[in-house]
């Protein structure tokens, strides 16, 4: 059983904006969770967590532009991304948890210039 799964991602002209969502089959409820993208080439990185209790957590490179949140009740985290740049561009990917963490699969996001 998949435990993770994200979909949302997409093409997108630079400037646009997309939201992904991340489904947990196993909950969200005590866990956090966080966002982080892979680019061609490069390590995979962190983009953004959130931890009930206390303020989410950003990248540098994407604090003013990106939103996490979630909603315990239906399992499900969102990354809501706005004005978008091509350096956006990656495979992204949602992580339960901090110890022995689950990953999901990824969704690919394209921002054209």
């Known amino acids: 059983q998949v435990e993770l799964v994200e979909s949302g991602g997409g093409l997108v002209q630079a400037g646009g904006s997309l939201r992904l969502s991340c489904v947990a089959s196993g909950g969200i409820f005590g866990f956090t969770m966080g966002w982080y993208r892979q680019a061609p080439g490069k390590q995979r990185e962190f983009v953004a967590s959130?931890?009930?209790?206390?303020?989410?957590r950003y990248a540098d490179s994407v604090q003013g532009r990106f939103t996490i949140s979630k909603d315990t009740a239906k399992k499900t985290v969102y990354l809501q991304m706005t004005s978008l740049k091509p350096e956006d561009t990656a495979v992204y990917y949602c992580?339960?948890?901090?110890?022995?963490?689950?990953w999901g699969q990824g969704t690919q996001v394209t921002v054209s210039s």
């Open positions: 959130i931890t009930s209790g206390r303020d989410p």
């Open positions: 992580k339960k948890g901090l110890v022995n963490p689950s």
